[in-house]
């Protein structure tokens, strides 16, 4: 996977640090905690989910997914950095970075009824049918493709609110800020607009590949670029040294293609998520 936000984030910083001729108090350096709060919950997934019973013959086809089967992302803590380069005694510009967290990634199911399809068994599927008809008549035939949408509908309710797979985000961030008040002020407001760009990195584990149980799981998320909005507050010690305290959310969307060897779903998702930072900065 090629992370292009590196190259982003190597230009940025070029920027960052070329010197200016509105320089009057030179870079601070940021470093903390953060707690990443992505409010992210996916569309309804589209697609298949692959149907299986090792007494029929194991792989029976696939049941298209039915409405309110998501995924949501969860909210995790991570080292927060930035470098900030001052314009003048109130304009400033900011390039924040981090440690990329793993956020855990849990099933959200609001509607486990599936119904099989006929036109998705395979092969060992359509024998398990004939053998039902041949058994039961035309009901039975009916009722064994039903139990193929059933078990995996089954499958989903009992894995409901587990963590299924893991998604890894790296977010730099360049903003533009404004500090209110005098630079002589030792508590000063501020504010901060600019542009995020993030990449995604999602794999599976345990619990979702035996959800598919269809060999290896391939999950594809696209790159998100979009605005920034940044407010906090900043105490200064003296005249290097200051705690900080922020808030930041981005404009982020996304699209998700998962893979098995039988199926696929497609998914979005559109959020703001909500980054809460607590800092201590040097200035020099």
């Known amino acids: 996977m090629k992370f292009r936000p590196l190259s982003l984030s190597l230009s940025l910083a070029a920027t960052l640090m070329a010197g200016s001729a509105f320089a ?29 019973n090792a007494a029929a013959g194991g792989y029976l086809g696939n049941v298209a997914v039915s409405s309110g089967v998501s995924l949501e992302v969860q909210t995790q803590d991570t080292l927060m950095f930035s470098i900030e380069r001052a314009l003048n005694d109130n304009w400033a510009v ?3 970075l981090g440690y990329p967290p793993k956020h855990d990634v849990k099933l959200r199911v609001n509607n486990p009824q599936l119904q099989g399809d006929r036109a998705m068994l395979s092969d060992a599927g359509k024998a398990a049918v004939a053998s039902a008809e041949a058994a039961y008549g035309p009901a039975g035939g009916d009722a064994a493709v039903a139990k193929v949408g059933q078990g995996v509908g089954a499958k989903l309710a009992a894995n409901n609110g587990l963590v299924v797979a893991g998604v890894r985000q790296w977010a730099p961030t360049l903003f533009l800020n404004y500090k209110f008040g005098d630079k002589t002020q030792a508590l000063r407001p501020w504010v901060g607009v600019g542009i995020n760009h993030t990449t995604f990195k999602s794999s599976t584990n345990a619990v979702g590949n035996e959800l598919y149980h269809d060999g290896a799981v391939r999950v594809k998320l696209s790159d998100s670029t979009g605005l920034a909005f940044q407010t906090g507050v900043t105490y200064q010690f003296d005249q290097n040294w200051s705690l900080q305290a ?15 060897d039988h199926s696929s779903q497609k998914a979005t998702y559109r959020f703001h998520p909500s980054v809460f930072a607590a800092v201590v900065a040097y200035s020099f």
């Not at 108090?25 to 589209?46: C, Q, V």
């Open 246 to 260: 922020s808030w930041m959310t981005a404009a982020v969307k996304h699209n998700l293609t998962t893979y098995t």
């Open 94 to 96: 900011e390039l924040r």
């Open 24 to 52: 009057q108090s030179g870079y601070t350096i940021k470093l903390g905690y953060g707690s990443i709060d992505p409010r992210a919950t996916s569309s309804d997934l589209k697609g298949t989910l692959p149907a299986y």
